[in-house]
C-alpha cells in the first residue's frame, strides 16, 4: 500500500521526520537555542515541545560549544541528539567539538565507540541578515573525514534523508537552506528514508550538466527552464550529500553532455564546485570535456546587507543561464 | 592548603581523616596499588621514550597519582569519566589495563585505540573511560552530555570530567559548569590545578585564587583540596558523587597538586625552579599514602612492599606484551573514519 503523499514545506517536513524519529525512538531527543516554545528561529520545531514535553525538546542556553559538546558526549553513551544551531554561522562557536571531537573520536579510539548525532543548521543567504547570519560553509565540514555533509534540496528529501540522518551512527551535519523553508513538495506520510550518500538527476539533458545543491538547484532548474526554451537542454545534478560526495553520478552525466558548470553558494574558492571541477580533471570524463569547467560560486566578500548587494554576492538565475548559455554555444 | 600538608606529613592515628571508615583494607590496598601502577608505567613509559621505543609525545603525570585514585575509587565502569592529555592517571584509576595501554603507546594494533590514537587519546568505553582528550577543556561538555544520559536513561551514572588549571579558563568550561548546573546533571568537575598551563602560572593566568570559587558563579558547591593527600581527595570526592547520585547535581573540586615532570617532552624547566620542584617532591603522595596506612594498621610494611614487587612485575609482563605485538596495516588506514 503506498502512502498518503501530501504538499508539506521544507520546514514541515523536517518537522515531521523529528516527530517521527522521536516517536520511534525514545533515545532520540532535540537539543537547541530557542527551539522549545519559541518554536525555533525559523519554526522548524514548531509546536513539538507540546507533543514531546521539555526534556526531549530541550532549549539550550546560548551556548553553542558546550550545547555541541553535551550533544557528543550524549551521543557517545547510548542517546541519539539532534542538536539545532540556529544559523549555521553560529558552528564557528562550536568547530571545536564538531571537528575534534564529533568527526574524529570514533576513528581516534580505534573504532570503539560511534557517535551518532545530527547536527541540523539554518543556512544562506537572502534574508537581509548580513555577514553574521548568511554564510554557506558547507565547504568547512565536507573537509573533515568524519562527518557526514547533507544539504537537501526538496521537502521529499530533507524528510527522508533527515530520518537517514538520525538512524545513522555517525555524526551528520544538515544544511537547511533558509529560502528553501516555505517551499513546497510532495512528501509522503509515515516513514522512508533517502540514501546518504547519492547525488540526484533533477533534469535530464544534453548539453551542459549543472552541478548545484539547496536552493542553488533549485534556480539551476530554473535556468534550465529559460534555456530549454533557447534549445539549450541542461541536465542538474543534485548532490544532495557533500561528504561523500556522488562522483560518479556527475562523471556519468559529463560524460553524456562535455560541458560542466558547478554553481554553489559558499565562496567560490576552494568551495564545493572546487572540489567537483578537480574530480573531474581527474576522472575519465576529462577527455570527453569541450569546454572548460565553469564554476559560479559566491563572491570573494562578506555577505552584505543592502538587498542589492546581497543578490549580487550569490549566483542567481539569470547568471546561472547566462553560464551555461556561454558553456553551450561554445564562447568560454 | 598548608594545614593540610602539615597534617598529612604528621601521621598519627588520632588525627586519622574520617573518610577511612569508609574503606576497608582491601579497597586501600587496591588503591595504592593503582596509584604505584601509574607511577610505574608512567616511568616505564618515559623510559620507552628515551630508548626510541615511542613515538610523538606524552605529558606525564608523576606526582598527581592520588588525585585519579582518590576520585576513582567511588566509581565502578557504569560511571563515566573524561580525561585530558595528562590522562594515563585517570585511564588506570578507572580500570584501563596496563598492557594494552603500553600496547597504545607502542602504537601496536592491541593498543587501546589499535594505535590510532596514542597516549593522548587512550579509553576504555568498557570500563567508562570515554578518553584523554587532546583538546584543552574538550572532555568537560562531553562528560556533561554522558551525565544528560544517565539522567535520561535513568542509568543512576555519575560522571567525572577530569581537567588541569588551565582548562578554568576555556570557554568550554564556563558553558559546561552552567549547564550543569541549570539542568541540575550528575557530574563532578575535578580540577587538577598543578600551578602551570605549560608554562604559565594559574597566578598569571587566573583572576581569582583558587578555581574552587568559580563554583558560586554556577550555583554549585566548590571545594579546594590538596591534590596529594589521598584521603583530602577521597573526602570531597565520595561526598561529590553521592550528592550527584541522590539527584543533587554538580560539584566543583579543585585538588591542588604538581606535576613533577615537565609539561611533555619539549619543556626545558625556564618557568620553575629546582627548589620549587624538590620541595613538591618532597610531598610525593605515594610514600604520605603508604605512611597513613601503616600507621591507621590498614597495611604493613611487608604488605606494602608486596605491593610495590607487584606492581614492577605487572609493568614488566606488560611491556612484554606490548612489545610483541603487531603493528597495524597501513591498508587499514581508513577503517575506522566512519561505522558504515
Keep these: 500500500m503506498s502512502a498518503i503523499v501530501r504538499e508539506l514545506s521544507y520546514a514541515q517536513a523536517i518537522q515531521e521526520a523529528l516527530a517521527i524519529a522521536m516517536e520511534d525512538d525514545e533515545r532520540v531527543f532535540l537539543m537547541g537555542e530557542d527551539i522549545g516554545v519559541y518554536g525555533g528561529a525559523f519554526q522548524v520545531t514548531g509546536d513539538l515541545v507540546h507533543r514531546f514535553g521539555e526534556d526531549r525538546v530541550m532549549d539550550t542556553p546560548i551556548s553553542e560549544l558546550g550545547g555541541a559538546g553535551v550533544a557528543v558526549g550524549a551521543a557517545l553513551t547510548g542517546m541519539r541528539p539532534v542538536f539545532e544551531l540556529q544559523f549555521s554561522d553560529f558552528s564557528t562557536l562550536a568547530m571545536e ?14 573504532g570503539s565507540v560511534s557517535v551518532p548525532l545530527v547536527i541540523r543548521m539554518p543556512t544562506g543567504s537572502g534574508t537581509g541578515a548580513a555577514a553574521q547570519h548568511s554564510q554557506s560553509l558547507e565547504a568547512w565540514f565536507a573537509h573533515i573525514p568524519g562527518l557526514k555533509v547533507i544539504e537537501p534540496t526538496t521537502p521529499y528529501d530533507a524528510k527522508g534523508m533527515l530520518l537517514a540522518a538520525i538512524a545513522d551512527p555517525d555524526p551528520v551535519i544538515m544544511f537547511e537552506h533558509k529560502l528553501l523553508y516555505k517551499s513546497k513538495g510532495p512528501v509522503p506520510a509515515g516513514r522512508y528514508a533517502v540514501s546518504l550518500d547519492k547525488a540526484q538527476v533533477r533534469r535530464e ?10 536552493i542553488m538547484c533549485s534556480r539551476a532548474l530554473d535556468a534550465a527552464a529559460t534555456l530549454a526554451e533557447e534549445g539549450v537542454e541542461a541536465e542538474v545534478i543534485d548532490p544532495r550529500s557533500l561528504r561523500p560526495l ?73 547568471d546561472i543561464v547566462a553560464a551555461a548559455r556561454r558553456l553551450a554555444r561554445g564562447q568560454v | ?38 607511577r610505574r608505567f608512567e616511568e616505564a613509559a618515559e623510559d620507552s621514550y628515551v630508548r626510541g621505543q615511542s613515538y610523538g609525545t606524552m605529558h606525564l603525570s608523576i606526582g598527581q597519582e592520588a588525585v585519579a585514585v582518590g576520585v576513582c575509587t567511588w566509581l565502578s565502569d557504569s560511571d563515566y569519566i573524561t580525561s585530558t592529555h595528562r590522562g594515563h592517571g585517570h585511564c588506570i584509576a578507572k580500570g584501563a589495563k596496563v598492557d594494552r595501554m603500553f600496547a597504545e603507546f607502542l602504537g601496536r594494533e592491541t593498543g587501546y585505540c589499535r594505535g590510532r590514537g596514542g597516549s593522548m587519546h587512550i579509553a576504555d568505553p568498557a570500563t567508562g573511560n570515554l578518553g584523554a582528550n587532546g583538546i584543552v577543556g574538550g572532555g568537560i561538555p562531553i562528560a556533561v552530555g554522558a551525565a544528560l544520559s544517565a539522567k535520561k536513561l535513568k542509568t543512576g551514572a555519575v560522571v567525572v570530567s577530569f581537567f588541569g588549571d588551565g582548562a578554568n579558563n576555556e570557554g568550554a568550561f564556563h558553558e559546561s559548569l552552567n549547564i550543569a548546573a541549570v539542568w541540575k546533571l550528575p557530574v563532578v568537575f575535578v580540577c587538577e590545578n598543578n600551578g602551570y ?61 604538581y606535576r613533577t615532570r615537565g609539561h611533555s617532552r619539549s619543556d626545558r624547566n625556564r618557568y620553575r625552579t629546582p627548589e620549587e620542584i624538590e620541595t613538591w617532591k618532597a610531598r610525593d603522595p605515594i610514600p604520605a599514602f603508604e605512611r597513613e596506612l601503616e600507621a591507621f594498621g590498614f597495611l604493613s610494611r611487608v604488605e606494602i612492599e608486596k605491593v610495590r614487587a607487584g606492581v614492577d612485575e605487572e609493568i614488566k609482563q606488560a611491556l612484554a606484551f606490548a612489545e610483541a605485538s603487531p603493528v597495524p596495516s597501513a591498508a587499514d588506514l581508513l577503517r575506522d573514519v566512519y561505522t558504515v
Design chain 1, 97 to 110: 567539538q564538531i571537528v575534534n571531537q564529533a568527526a574524529k573520536l570514533r576513528f581516534m579510539l580505534g
Design chain 1, 205 to 214: 539533458g544534453r548539453d551542459v550538466t549543472i552541478v548545484a545543491s539547496g
Design chain 1, 246 to 318: 556522488d562522483m560518479a553520478t556527475i562523471v556519468q552525466s559529463v560524460k553524456k553532455t562535455s560541458r560542466l558548470l558547478c554553481v554553489y553558494e559558499g565562496v567560490k574558492t576552494l568551495g564545493i564546485g572546487a572540489e567537483i571541477s578537480a574530480a573531474i580533471a581527474e576522472s575519465e570524463a576529462f577527455a570527453y570535456l569541450d569546454a572548460p569547467i565553469l564554476r559560479l560560486g559566491g563572491a570573494e566578500s562578506p555577505i552584505p546587507y543592502s538587498p542589492i548587494l546581497e543578490k549580487a554576492a550569490v549566483p542567481q538565475t539569470p
Design chain 2, 1 to 38: 592548603m598548608s594545614a593540610a600538608a602539615a597534617k598529612s606529613e604528621t601521621v598519627q592515628p588520632s588525627n586519622r581523616p574520617p573518610i577511612y571508615e569508609r574503606l576497608n583494607a582491601a579497597q586501600l590496598r587496591e588503591a595504592l596499588h593503582k596509584m604505584l601502577l601509574i
Design chain 2, 197 to 257: 598551563g605549560m608554562s604559565v602560572s594559574t597566578k598569571r593566568s587566573t583572576a581569582v585564587d583558587s578555581v574552587a570559587v568559580r563554583a558560586p558563579a554556577y550555583a554549585m558547591p566548590g571545594v579546594s583540596v590538596d591534590g596529594n593527600h589521598f584521603a583530602a581527595v577521597a573526602e570531597a570526592s565520595f561526598e561529590a558523587t553521592e550528592r550527584a547520585r541522590r539527584g543533587g547535581g554538580p560539584t566543583l573540586i579543585e585538588c591542588v597538586t
